[in-house]
């Protein structure tokens, strides 16, 4: 699976949109991008995951530059709440294949009031 | 969303007793079953994946004679630590994946005294 290269910190004020990047630029075309998030002591929750297009559900919108080279996750109204470390991860899908989720160092973001 | 669940939630043990930790799978059946280590401040490591019914691939560096898994069933996946010792305490994660998606578990914390 492609590696990917995030900032290892991040600062967001609440209710303001936090836009947590990432770089991958040796992905390949049938890898997909996800993200999860883990808070303090807590197992990875998943996110949002897309291929090229842009993605959103109820949690985050994800946007995937159109070289597929990097995205960006975008939490539009931050809460305290989604204080946790976040990570970017490439692979290919799972159905089919024995794919393993590695996980690099994340973004640690940090909401404040 | 699929469920997945650890027990114990935390256990203290004393250097050279063996810890058993529970994954299940709750509502849906886990084709494949991950086991994941994190110390403080560090990112989940892998250390093995199961199938149900057949042996664990360890990750290079974990020791299977150690870390034994077993992965009886679909719903259920089972991780123990054998002679522990004090480097062993940290946060162990089990993930399981149905024909689709990846889910985690909320984490074991083992200290060993």
């Known amino acids: 699976d492609a590696k990917t290269t995030q900032p290892p910190s991040m600062d967001c004020a609440e209710g303001r949109a936090a836009n947590l990047p990432c770089n991958h630029s040796?992905?390949?075309?049938?890898?997909?991008v996800y993200w999860y998030r883990q808070i303090h002591s807590q197992g990875p929750q998943y996110i949002i995951h897309g291929l090229k297009n842009n993605e959103t559900n109820e949690m985050a919108s994800l946007i995937i530059t159109e070289d597929r080279k990097s995205s960006t996750l975008i939490l539009p109204h931050a809460t305290l709440r989604d204080t946790a470390v976040y990570y970017c991860?490439?692979?290919?899908?799972?159905?089919?294949?024995?794919?393993?989720?590695?996980f690099g160092t994340g973004t640690r973001l940090q909401v404040t009031l | 969303g699929a469920v997945v669940s650890q027990h114990p939630s935390r256990v203290i043990c004393k250097s050279g007793t063996s810890v058993k930790i529970e994954c299940r799978s709750l509502d849906f059946q886990a084709t494949t079953m991950f086991w994941y280590r994190q110390f403080p401040k560090q990112s989940l490591m892998l250390m093995a994946t199961?199938?149900?019914?057949?042996?664990?691939?360890?990750e290079q560096g974990v020791e299977k004679d150690k870390f034994l898994i077993n992965h009886a069933s679909l719903t259920l996946s089972t991780l123990t630590v054998t002679s522990a010792h004090p480097e062993d305490s940290s946060f162990y994660i089990c993930?399981?994946?149905?024909?689709?998606?990846?889910?985690f578990g909320p984490g074991t914390r083992l200290t060993v005294t």
């Open positions: 199961s199938n149900e019914g057949s042996k664990a691939t360890y």
């Open positions: 991860i490439v692979r290919v899908a799972f159905a089919g294949t024995a794919s393993k989720l590695t």
């Open positions: 993930s399981a994946r149905d024909r689709v998606e990846q889910y």
């Open positions: 040796t992905i390949s075309g049938n890898e997909y």
